[in-house]
């Protein structure tokens, strides 16, 4: 379960954090909890951090999302979809440090309400030798 609430300031403590430090993370993930090289990538997710400006974005079937990145805790969070109200964004994409990643659908939920996985995946990190330029 996962409760949604506004992270607005943990957005802002991450750019305090991170503010004129190169940095960048990719993760490629599929649907499952194992990992198949048989299988191919089904969604993509990166962070990109060029002096204190995050650029966060998530890949997948053939479109890509800009997303508001957060650290919380030991997970990484990309939150997405427009809303009316731009600190209640409709999409969460959450991977936590065992790679075990969820995709939460807030689009029908109220804030504050527990709301289950639409979707789980593992996910593995990518090495700068393997990125995908974007």
Known sequence: MYNYKNKVNAALIFLLLFAGVAHADQFECQIGSRWSNIRGVELTAIVKVTEGVPYAAI?????????????????????????EDENNLRYSFVIHPDNKAFYYDLSVTELGEDVNPTQIYICRQI????????
């Open 59 to 83: 890949y997948v079937a053939g479109t890509h999302h800009i997303a508001h990145y957060t650290v919380e805790g030991f997970n990484r969070h990309w939150a997405f979809g427009s809303s």
């Open 127 to 134: 090495s700068d030798d393997q990125r995908i330029p974007r």
